[in-house]
T-cell receptor
Framework: AQSVSQHNHHVILSEAASLELGCNYS??????LFWYVQYPGQHLQLLLK??????LVKGIKGFEAEFIKSKFSFNLRKPSVQWSDTAEYFC??????????FGTGTRLQVFP | GAVVSQHPSWVICKSGTSVKIECRSL??????MFWYRQFPKQSLMLMAT?????????EQGVEKDKFLINHASLTLSTLTVTSAHPEDSSFYIC???????????FGSGTQLSVL
């Protein structure tokens, strides 16, 4: 079955630390890949997406993600996190036109 | 940016009653809206795809008669949880696909608690 795995359920960092959140998916065909963020009390927002082309994708707020096809991975990175990055992060895969399959999410807490 | 409004944001109801959740695209038209459910510490699971003017498409394992979906206009889809039971308590979230550019936007979600 198609699935998305996010290995880190809860990550705690200090400000200015570097961040990498793992995301692996299981689907053999062509996929579109997304990272969404949900700040406390707010709705899901799109951070970045990959459809094709350069596998290193840059998103909003200094986030980037790298699609590694051979590893079925789409890890999210940020060189230096801020307190305002505290949120829940969801990786999602779109194996066909309509469906989005989400990972279980990673809760990031950043302390000043 | 485009906004999807979801109401109510939280609701508490008695077992056996029905609850309606609304999902509106405020500044764009959406022929397709999606309904997801999220249990605590679990992933968002797609329940159904709502198509304007036609019947919704339900995912495997989702009861059509229990989760009634109506997508009567290009800006509104409703999810009605009929005869709710405590196991239906969950976080429900909708998303809408912009007809023009096919971007997907999410509502803020509805926390349903069935007593």
């Amino acid at each position: 079955a198609q699935s998305v795995s996010q290995h880190n359920h809860h990550v705690i960092l200090s400000e200015a630390a570097s961040l990498e959140l793992g995301c692996n998916y299981s689907y053999g065909g062509t996929v579109n890949l997304f990272w969404y963020v949900q700040y406390p009390g707010q709705h899901l927002q799109l951070l970045l997406k990959y459809f094709s082309g350069d596998p290193l994708v840059k998103g909003i707020k200094g986030f980037e993600a790298e699609f590694i096809k051979s590893k079925f991975s789409f890890n999210l990175r940020k060189p230096s996190v801020q307190w305002s990055d505290t949120a829940e992060y969801f990786c999602a895969v779109n194996p066909d036109t309509d469906k989005l399959i989400f990972g279980t999410g990673t809760r990031l807490q950043v302390f000043p | 940016g485009a906004v999807v409004s979801q109401h109510p944001s939280w609701v508490i109801c008695k077992s056996g009653t029905s609850v309606k959740i609304e999902c509106r695209s405020l500044d764009f038209q959406a022929t397709t809206m999606f309904w997801y459910r999220q249990f605590p510490k679990q992933s968002l699971m797609l329940m159904a795809t709502s198509n304007e003017g036609s019947k919704a498409t339900y995912e495997q394992g989702v009861e059509k008669d229990k989760f009634l979906i109506n997508h009567a206009s290009l800006t509104l889809s409703t999810l009605t949880v009929t005869s709710a039971h405590p196991e239906d308590s969950s976080f429900y979230i909708c998303s809408a696909r912009d007809l023009e550019d096919e971007k997907l936007f999410f509502g803020s979600g509805t926390q349903l608690s069935v007593l």
